[in-house]
């Protein structure tokens, strides 16, 4: 049975959108008259997630008003951090709110069109523990780009590169032996322990059958959402 569960990290502090957007957590920068997250459930709820943890820190509170516990046919649960854990905590903290042993997981402060279902196939397909979409963008020079062989993720370039590529969107699954395998202390980054190894080990696939990326961490991107959703 295909996974409807789903880890949204929305703990951001949105520091670089502070001069633009104050107050609430980045997730919840209003976009097109509606909090950013939002848009993002709706998308979940349509790709037939039943089941979505949403990891909060920062003004978690403001989250839980905003959200509720149900959105679209969607149960929504909190996993709010007391300190924070980076990514890789607030991952594991919310892994024990699941049903199932296996979850996407997305940031809550991008955007990506893709088949979720078609991400865990073709992760199972391929025997890697995780799956990870890639968005192709202009230019890579802020993100890194991916370098891959076919399907596998071998690694990434810094930062810094210019040009047209494939970058890490940030939309993962994680199958449960990558659940189980994660770091036991409190507080880590997700990608530094566990993407990293596991693209060394040669056990990330990559999914590229992706459109329409947005990232509103920065104040020109977060204006051009304004006009994507504002015809969505």
């Not at 056990?203 to 504002?230: H, M, N, W």
């Amino acid at each position: 049975m295909a996974t409807d569960e789903a880890i949204v990290l929305v703990g951001g502090l949105g520091t670089r959108l502070r001069a633009v957007v104050s107050g609430v957590p980045k997730p919840l920068a209003p976009v097109a008259g509606r909090p950013f997250l939002a848009w993002l459930l709706d998308r979940l709820a349509e790709e037939g997630m039943r089941h979505v943890v949403l990891a909060a820190g920062y003004l978690a509170e403001r989250v839980v008003d905003a959200i509720g516990q149900e959105w679209s046919g969607i149960q929504v649960d909190y996993s709010i951090e007391s300190a924070p854990l980076g990514t890789g905590g607030a991952v594991r903290q919310a892994c024990n709110m699941l049903r199932g042993d296996a979850a996407h997981v997305l940031n809550g402060d991008t955007f990506l069109r893709y088949d979720m279902h078609a991400l865990e196939r073709a992760t199972r397909q391929s025997g890697a523990d995780l799956g990870m979409a890639l968005a192709r963008v202009g230019d890579v020079a802020r993100y890194g780009a991916v370098v891959r062989d076919g399907t596998r993720i071998e690694g990434f370039r810094e930062k810094g590169e210019n040009g047209p590529g494939y970058i890490n969107a940030g939309s993962y699954y994680l199958t449960s032996a990558t659940i189980r395998a994660l770091p036991t202390e409190p507080a880590f980054s997700f990608e530094t322990r566990v993407l990293a190894p596991l693209t060394v080990a040669g056990r990330v696939c990559g999914f590229d059958a992706t459109s329409g990326f947005i990232d509103i961490g920065v104040p020109e991107d977060y204006k051009q959402a304004q006009s994507l959703f504002g015809v969505a």
